[in-house]
Every structure is written in structure tokens, then in C-alpha cells.
């Protein structure tokens, strides 16, 4: 009862209280792991802007008592209440807040002059509030809730017997520890008043206020500048926790800076991540950007699985500081994307998620180089081609949103893909714009194609074909490519390259491709050009003799599998009376062996091998050739040992033969 006079007084009064056993590879997977074995989602992709919320939250304002939390016997029991300021987007006279039932006891619900409101609460995990009367668009309503946090386990808010009392709430568990409208597109500021025993040290958002010590007890009272979402409302606090604070200059004023505070336990060596943190902080900058809040924070917690990108106060396991470059940029990226631009719903996940993960293999090359770069993507890309569970990166499964193949490996190497497509230059500056846009994102909430639309307006050119074969189609392409040479006589010599997908699970994928071309004589050469339809046919003509043609040298395409480079050559320039096949040659063959056939005029050719039971394995040719004599080198290294066929269809002539596999 004195509690809740207490809070009373802070609310009404003007004299309020004013006071200052994994291992991974790297942060995504780390960041993976630890949010997909959390909150269960209650209503997945809402939409920010239909149909519109009957009301917009500007502000909660929540004073915790969670002194006996850090006190043995330890308790996750508290009380605590939350004043809620809320704009009306339509007439309404009832308010539906998000509270779980058996983790939040709802004691009391009034107005913010005292008068109090019937509301209820019960199952379903909502708490209506009848409001005094009607309001209509654009007024606003206060409204205070005195609750009490049951002594559970929610994986929300949590106490161990380390000292740590903190939040961890990604994607809807804000609603476990206070009443609010839990979604990620309703950004509000967020005010957290705590009393703890004075020897804890706790972080929040925002900044610190000011906190105010009397005997043996501690209010810390933080504000957020900036608005958030329920999801990144944090506190962590420990007893007897290390406080270093460490000053950001910013890169357009270096008079200027911004405090980087960080939490850490005895014994615990956080020097490599303040130094790793300015640098990241620095180039973060450059890049996107300079960092958006007036204060950020990084909280080491023994027991925490995992990293949380809390808006301004990162949680971060303390394995993560053994290995700064593997998991502090994917969480510190967050706070650019993720928490300045947040996901307008978890259908958009991959703005945050997969954002984060390719600024780490950015990161990965402003310290160690492209190669780094490159192989970090590679090593998303392999694991991604390994583990694919065949959904698309948008409106992914609710039961796996934080699946590191989709949200995280396969989203960061559509980045990178959509770096090659349109080029360094382009790609980073609307990267940077898409970030420095405080009309529609800065600070706000993104969906996918709003986010299109701004990359396609910077760009000159409209993607949406990009992404939408990317992040709005499962799967990924499968090439099966050929090509072939011809001597056209004179020393001058012809390429016809033949771009095949042959995919049943997604759409043809339109790219642009890269050929590199090698030569009897004299360098490689490269050549770049968009391959936009299936089945296409490409011919490049030169004056010394081509040997040999590498598809996408530089694996560019990431996300691909294109386990067969067939080399057709025109061995003769000599017109073939008839069409023929001949026996491939070696048979028995491992693994190479050569196929030739005849093609007296120009033909559209299938040459295609099969099985004993008349399953076709892979098509050797499918594409138009010239007259000659043509031989092609068939790799069965995939195969298992036995019988096969092979048969050709040109014009109305078709033949098949027969070869052997022996490993």
C-alpha cells in the first residue's frame, strides 16, 4: 500500500523523483541462436499502416521497485506503475493493452488526475481499460496502471544468483514485465524510474537523468531522447557491477561527444571492446550516418545466451568479449538498423537482422580487406546452401523468424548481391540514404517496400525485380550453363554461351552475369552482361582463340549452385553429312569423359543424360549451335557408379547410347 502511494505521488505530483554452452562462429549466429529460443509471437505481422491502430503511444513512463530482486532469497517479484500517454487515431472509448496474464497481476487502473477506470484482465492476455468517456482524434489520454510481476520464470524479466537482475524481450515479450501496446511499429519515448539497493549499478535507455541515493537505496531514473519500440525497453543492473565510461567525438564536431558506457563484472577484461567499440562507432559513421543517440551502452551478462541490441544499452554475453570482431558489430550495427530504423512488422525482420549481418562482414573488410569480406559472405552463403529450409526472406514462418540461414546468412548475401548489381558507389550511397532519411525512416519504422522504393529512387533505376526475386521468392537459382567455340577462320573465333536455370522450386532469377574468358595466348579477359530470361543466348566474338570460360569468377552470385561447367567445342569447321552421336570416350569412364556429336545445320540441340530408370540427371546442351563437329566434357564425379544413357535431340533426329561410371 505504501508502494503504491509512492508511485502515486510520483505520477500526480509535480515534486517528482528526479535521479540520476554454445560455441559460435560469429555474432549473427550468436544473435540467432539466443532470439529464436524466446518469446513465442502472439500477433505476427500486424501492419503499421493498415488497418491503423485506434491509438499511437507517445510515452511510458514506468517506476519499478525492484529492490528485493537483487536481495537473497532472490525474487522476480516486484511492483511497479506505468503511466501511458497515448494519442487517438479513432474515436474510442475503451483501450486494449497487451499484459500477460499469469506474469502481470493488474491492481489498480486510473486516470492520470486519480479518477479511476474499471478494467479487465484475464486470459487472453489483454487488458481493457473502459475510459471515462469518448475521445476522439488526436486528443490525448493518460493513464496510470499499478501492476505487480509475479515471482515467475518468463524469459523477460530475469534474476540469478550472480546479481544480475535485466530484460531481454525481442519480438513481443515488453508485454511479460509491463503494459503496453507491444508491436514494433509503435515507437514511443520511454522514461524508467528503478529503486534498487545502492550497491547496484543499473544501465537503461536513454540517458541517465539523474540518480538519487538515500541510505541503503538507489532511484536511477533514465529518459530516452528518441522514440522505441517495446521490444528494445531494457534495464540491467547488477550488484557490485564496473562502470567505464568512455567519449565518442563526433565526426562533425569533434567538440561534441557521446558517452559509451560499459557494464562489466570483476575479473572481466572489457578493454579490447572499448577500443573495438570506437573504431566501430568511427567507421559505423562514415558509413551510415553518425551514430544516432545521445548515449549508447554495453552491459557484459554472465548468463545471457546470447546478444540483445536493447535501443542505447546492448546485452551481450560475456563469451562474446572473447572474441570482439565475431560479435560486437553484428549487435552495435542494430542501433542503426534494427533500433534507429526498426521493422515496421516481423514480416520485415530482415531489415534489421540481415542489415546487421552484412555490416559485420563490412566491418570484417574495413579491418582485414575485401578477402576478409568475401569470405565471411562465403562462409554465410555455404551455410545458408546447406541448411535452406526453402521459404522466402519476407513473411518468413512465424515459428522460425530468427532462422540464421534465412533471416540472417541468406538476407546478408542478398546485400551483397544487390552491391554487385548496382555497384559500390550506388550501393553505399543509398545505404547512407536510406539511414539519413528522418522524413520516412530515421527514427521511425521501415517495411520492405517502402524500403525499395527508397533504394530504387537513389539508385536511378527501379529494383523492385531484385527483391523480388530475392527476398520475396524461396530457394535460389541452379545454373546449368554451357557454351561453345567456334573457328570462324582467320584467325577470329566465337563464343556462344548459353545461360540456363533449371529450378523448379523458385522463379528465374534475372542477374547480371560475369564471364571470364581465357586464351591461347595474351590475358583473361572479363566480360559483364544482364541475363534476363531463361535460356538465353549470349555470343562473343574474338581475334585470338579462346580455350576455356569461367561462369560468375569471382562468386559474385552467392547464392546459387552451379556444380557443372560444360565446355562445348566446335572441333571442325567442315559441314557433317548427318547428324551423328558418338561413343563417349573413355568408357568406363571416371570421372571425365568426352561426348561428340555432328550437327550438319544449325540446330536447336538437347543432349541430355539419364538413368536406368529414365530419370534425367542433368542436360549436357540445350540451346541453338552451329554447324561442325562438336565434342563436350561431361564431369560424373556427382554420379554413382553404374549405367547410364545419353541421347540427343536436334531438328527431328534423336539418338541415344549408352556409358559406364566405374569409381
Known sequence: MKFLLFICLLFIST??????????????????????????????????????????VLNYKLNLDIYNCFKSPLTRLFTAGILITLKVDSTLNVIQLDATYNRLMIDSVCLQNGLSLNFSHDGSNILTVNLDRTYYINEIVNIIVYYTHYNVSDNA?????????????????????????????????????????????????????????????????????????????????????????????????????????????????????????????????????????????????????????????????????????????????????????????????????????????????????????????????NYYLSNNPGWAIYNPPFSDLFNTAITYYKGACVLHMLRYTVGDSLFFTAFKAYAEDTANFKYKCAVTDDYVAKISSVAGQDLTWFFEEWIKEPNHPVYQNSYGISNLGGGNWKVNFYAYQSQINTVFHQMPVVLKFSFTSGPDTSIRFMNDFNNQTFTFNFNRQPISVVFDPDNDILLKTATLSVGIKNISNSIPDKFALYQNEPNPFNPMTNITFDIPQKSYVKLTVYDLLGRNIISLVKGTLDVGKHIINFNGSTLSSGLYFYKIEAGNFTETKKMLFLK
Open 15 to 56: 515534486n517528482f523523483i528526479n535521479s540520476q554452452d554454445k560455441y559460435f562462429i560469429n555474432g549473427s549466429e550468436f544473435c540467432s541462436y539466443n532470439k529464436s529460443h524466446r518469446h513465442v509471437l502472439i500477433d505476427l505481422f500486424n501492419s503499421p499502416k493498415t488497418p491503423v491502430h485506434s491509438y499511437d
Open 157 to 381: 524479466f530475469n534474476v540469478n544468483s550472480s546479481g544480475f537482475v535485466y530484460t531481454d524481450c525481442e519480438p513481443e515479450g515488453a508485454r511479460k514485465w509491463f503494459p503496453c501496446w507491444d508491436k514494433p511499429y509503435d515507437k514511443a519515448i520511454v522514461d524508467i524510474t528503478a529503486k534498487v539497493p545502492s550497491n547496484v549499478k543499473l544501465g537503461s535507455n536513454g540517458r541517465l537523468a539523474d540518480s538519487t541515493v538515500i541510505a541503503d537505496t538507489i532511484w536511477y531514473h533514465w529518459i530516452s531522447r528518441d522514440p522505441l519500440s517495446t521490444y528494445l525497453v531494457v534495464i540491467t543492473g547488477k550488484v557490485n557491477y564496473n562502470l567505464d565510461i568512455l567519449w565518442w567525438h563526433k565526426l562533425s564536431n569533434q567538440n561534441d561527444s557521446v558517452p559509451l558506457r560499459f557494464y562489466y563484472s570483476t575479473g572481466e577484461n572489457i578493454l579490447p571492446a572499448e577500443n573495438a567499440i570506437l573504431d566501430m562507432t568511427n567507421f559505423y559513421s562514415q558509413l551510415f550516418g553518425e551514430m544516432p543517440f545521445e548515449k549508447n551502452g554495453f552491459c557484459s551478462v554472465s548468463t545471457y545466451p546470447g546478444g540483445m541490441e536493447n535501443q542505447t544499452l546492448t546485452t551481450m554475453s560475456t563469451a562474446g568479449m572473447d572474441s570482439i570482431l565475431s560479435y560486437y558489430p553484428h549487435e552495435y550495427a542494430h542501433q542503426w538498423f534494427g533500433d534507429m530504423i526498426t521493422c515496421g512488422t516481423w514480416a520485415d525482420i530482415w531489415l534489421n537482422e540481415s542489415f546487421a549481418t552484412y555490416v559485420e562482414s563490412l566491418y570484417n573488410e574495413h579491418v582485414g580487406g575485401y578477402n576478409a569480406y568475401k569470405a565471411h559472405l562465403t562462409r554465410y552463403a
